[in-house]
């Protein structure tokens, strides 16, 4: 089971870009995902979450400009973000809780991350 983020890059100062991470493997089901990222020289923040059943939560400093979304059908979650500062500059993390099977075994609220995309935000 793996997490594969995609999408990151440069971008000017309030521009936009979208992240997608695709979950692959032998997963039963995905409950919660979620982003995360890690600032150079900072410790890594949560930035939004959403529930299996389409519930959102974001961190306070990013509402309004970013939006997370997920297809289920597709095992992917995404990150827009719009009016992009160069304090979003950072390495983006995908995150999912979820249950999977290993070996013939089912493992539940199994936690994975993948491999971070970096995103800059600069003129």
């Known amino acids: 089971v793996q997490l594969q983020a995609s999408g990151g890059g440069l971008v000017q100062p309030g521009g936009s870009l979208r992240l997608s991470c695709a979950a692959s493997?032998?997963?039963?089901?995905?409950?919660?995902m979620a982003w995360y990222r890690q600032a150079p020289g900072k410790e890594r923040e949560l930035v939004a979450v959403?529930?299996?059943?389409?519930?959102?939560n974001y961190a306070d400093s990013l509402k309004g400009r970013f939006t997370i979304s997920r297809d289920n059908a597709k095992n992917t979650v995404y990150l827009q973000m719009n009016s992009l500062k160069p304090e979003d500059t950072a390495v983006y993390y995908c995150?999912?809780?979820?249950?999977?099977?290993?070996?013939?075994?089912?493992?539940?609220?199994?936690?994975?991350w993948g491999q971070g995309t970096l995103v800059t935000v600069s003129s």
């Open positions: 959403i529930t299996s059943a389409g519930s959102t």
């Open positions: 493997g032998s997963i039963i089901s995905i409950n919660t």
């Open positions: 995150n999912a809780d979820m249950n999977v099977v290993r070996g013939g075994v089912n493992y539940y609220n199994k936690d994975y």
